[in-house]
Structures are given as structure tokens and as C-alpha cells.
């Protein structure tokens, strides 16, 4: 599971306190770049995550996941003791990662004025719903809220019905990613620059919004509210799904010349040809006329056939995968997208594999997801502690 390659992170030390996705999901990208990752967790519950969605022999596949390339430590946050042993831990990281509402760092003694008072060079970063300020700082907030107030929500689905979720926690996925850019820029000031630590304050609306593309210039320049489309890109034409004779595929001939390239393959030169037709802003105009002529040319033939013409035609198109395609699918074996683990249970675990793809230094998997609080000792030796304050601990409960 090791490897001999050098990561890009090695030697970056990452304190992980945060719990289920948004902090844990960048706990993660840091690790499989060589972060060492230290995972906090509750004793005797641990993170939750470990107990979501599919569970084998009692644990969540998707902990395996999650958690791959991390150790853990199974501290009581809410004891005055594991306060200070998490103060202690800080105190030798480059980079503090917590997802508590706003206000809980600071009951606990574990502020990042607090923490930087030991450590000037600490990098705390901080994920909630709405951010460390503003008037909504103290209400709970989760990655599908994140999603509706963001924007997203009212873009999905079909005009006129209830909009509806995309199927992962897409709100805490982006917050992770932007909390780990934030990361990445902060430790490069601190490195290049000679700045100190800082916090980042990442809010799961505004990563959410972030990725909204043109709705606020849109609204603010002519009160343009974009909806939902279904399947279709608004503004952009032709971009839809369209349906085959047994079943459907996305076509994206939004390009001009790919537009004539789709034309002339279902064999509407007459579409190519038309002035008005060759740029966006008229096909904007006849999309309906578009959208149906390709149609019309999908429907009695099948997906296999028409993704051979479309490739052929060199047309952007392709069917739509459910996890089964993805699992067998040449080209995500072919960039070792799919990667086999043993867990500690001994079975085996199919994951993702590892994204972006560094030529020199790529991810790894180091090591697989821990047990709860299996590392809490060599850790809490490498700080510092002897066997019988250890012991102490762990009679009194506050470690596990």
C-alpha cells in the first residue's frame, strides 16, 4: 500500500477534528498527497460517517473511503484534558481542519487565537454553513442547504416541478475543495512569502454559489432569474439529452463548427447551411427546431449507434453511467481511476482512485482507513506523553 515516491504534502502534519464530510473529504485530498493526517474522533461513537449509507461488518464502505490515509485518535473533545491534548497537537501541525458550527472551537479553549498564540505558523481551516460571520453564523447548516440558498436547488430539475437534489452531498464536496485550495494558497504565503498562519473561513452557500457561472451578472445587468431547464444548458445550443431507442444520450454540439459537423451526421446540411444558424446566439433562438431534428434522428436508432456517428462526425456525446458502467468502463481502468484495499477487517474495498493526476508526484494509497482511535497512543507518545499519563487518560475516559 506504500509507496516509494516522495508526495507532494509529505511532512505536512494535518490535525482533522472535523466529522462526516466537508472537513473529512479535504482531510482526505491532503493525505493522498503525503499529508500525515491525525483524525480526532469521539470516543466510542467516532465520526459518524463510519455508520452512513452501506455498512459491512458494522463499518460504512464509504469510512474506507474517506478516511483512507489518515490515523486515528480518539479524543473527548468536551473534556477539559482532551482540550489541551488537542492544543498540544496543534502545537506541532502546519494545518488545523474543523466543520463545528461557529462559536463550538471557541467554547472548547480551541480558537485559532489560542492555537496560533502557540503556533504563529497554524493554518485553521474552518467549514460551516454560513461562515464565521454574518447574520446566520449560528444557524446549523448542511451541505443541501448550502446547495438551495447557494442557487443550485432552483436550477435542478424540470420547469414547473419540485426541484429536486443531486444524488451525492454536492454542497459539502465543493466546501472541502475550496477549503483545501484555501489551504494550499496559505501554506504557500506562509512558505514564500514568509507570512504566518491564518484562518480560512469557508462557508458551504458560497462554494455552492461560486460555481454558479453567470446568474448574478444576468440578474444584476437585465433581471434575468435563470430556472431550471431539465436536461438542456440554457443559453447554450444545441446541449441536451435526447432519446434513442433504448435509451438516451447527451450531445453537446454547442461549438460552431461541431454544430455543422452535427448537422451534416444526421443529415441536416439545410441546418448547417442556414446564416442564422451559425453562431450561438441564433440556434439560442430555434432551439426547439434543433433540439427536434436531432431527435428525430436519435429515436430509432440505438445509443451504440449513435455514439459510433457521433464519434466519427467528432461530435462531443455519451451515454449516461450508472456506477455498474464505471465499474468495468476501459477508460477509468485504463487511468487507474478504480483502486482495490484491504480494510482492516480484512476485506477487500474497490474505491475511487486518486484526482488530480501530478506526473511527477502523483496521489497514493498509503494506508487504509483506520480503526477508531487505533493510532490514539503512538500519537499521543510522538507528543510527548509517557505510558502512564496515557493509561491515566484512558482510565478517566478521555481518550480511547
Not at 477487517?345 to 487504509?368: I, Y
Request: charged share 20%.
Amino acid at each position: 500500500m506504500s509507496t516509494g515516491k516522495k508526495l507532494p504534502l509529505a511532512g505536512l502534519r494535518v490535525i482533522e477534528l472535523g466529522q462526516l464530510i466537508a472537513g473529512p473529504f479535504c482531510g482526505r485530498m491532503l493525505g493522498d498527497f503525503g499529508a500525515d493526517v491525525i483524525k480526532v474522533e469521539p470516543p466510542g461513537t467516532g465520526d459518524p460517517l463510519r455508520h452512513w449509507r452501506v455498512l459491512r461488518n458494522d463499518t460504512s464502505l464509504w469510512w474506507h473511503v474517506q478516511s483512507r490515509n489518515k490515523r486515528s485518535v480518539a479524543i473527548d473533545l468536551r473534556h477539559p484534558e482532551g482540550q489541551e491534548l488537542v492544543r498540544q497537537l496543534a502545537s506541532e501541525a502546519d494545518v488545523l481542519i474543523e466543520n463545528f458550527r461557529p462559536g463550538t472551537m471557541e467554547q472548547w479553549g480551541l480558537d485559532y487565537a489560542s492555537l496560533s498564540a502557540r503556533n504563529p505558523g497554524l493554518i485553521m481551516l474552518r467549514i460551516s454553513g454560513y461562515g464565521q460571520t454574518g447574520p446566520y453564523r449560528d444557524r446549523p447548516g448542511f451541505g443541501v442547504i448550502g446547495e438551495a440558498m447557494g442557487g443550485l436547488r432552483h436550477l435542478t430539475g424540470q420547469p414547473g416541478e419540485i426541484p429536486v437534489r443531486v444524488g451525492v452531498s454536492l454542497g459539502d464536496s465543493l466546501s472541502a475543495l475550496h477549503g483545501t485550495i484555501g489551504v494550499l494558497m496559505a501554506l504557500y504565503h506562509r512558505k514564500v512569502h514568509g507570512g504566518p498562519g491564518q484562518e480560512i473561513d469557508v462557508a458551504l452557500y458560497e462554494s455552492v454559489f461560486n460555481m454558479m457561472e453567470s446568474l448574478l451578472p444576468e440578474y444584476a445587468a437585465s433581471g434575468v432569474v435563470r430556472g431550471p431547464a431539465g436536461s438542456a444548458l440554457p443559453g447554450i445550443a444545441p446541449s441536451n439529452a435526447y432519446r434513442c431507442s433504448d435509451g438516451i444520450v447527451l450531445i453537446a454540439g454547442n461549438g460552431d463548427t461541431i454544430f455543422r459537423r452535427l448537422m451534416q451526421c444526421i443529415g441536416r446540411e439545410d441546418l448547417a447551411a442556414q446564416s442564422d444558424l451559425q453562431g450561438n446566439p441564433g440556434r439560442v433562438q430555434r432551439v426547439a427546431e434543433i433540439d427536434a431534428a436531432i431527435e428525430q434522428w436519435t429515436r430509432p436508432r440505438s445509443v451504440a449507434q449513435v455514439l459510433e456517428a457521433m464519434d466519427a462526425a467528432k461530435v462531443p456525446a455519451g451515454r449516461i453511467y450508472t456506477v455498474a458502467d464505471i465499474a468495468s468502463d476501459p477508460q477509468y481502468l485504463a487511468r487507474d481511476m478504480i483502486v482495490d484495499s484491504t480494510a482492516y477487517d480484512g476485506e477487500s474495498v474497490t474505491m475511487p482512485g486518486f484526482v488530480p493526476k501530478l506526473a511527477a508526484t502523483p496521489g497514493a494509497l498509503r494506508e487504509r482507513a483506520p480503526r477508531l482511535g487505533e493510532h490514539t497512543d503512538t500519537v499521543l507518545a510522538d507528543a510527548g506523553l509517557d505510558t502512564e499519563r496515557i493509561a491515566a487518560l484512558r482510565a478517566r475516559r478521555v481518550i480511547e
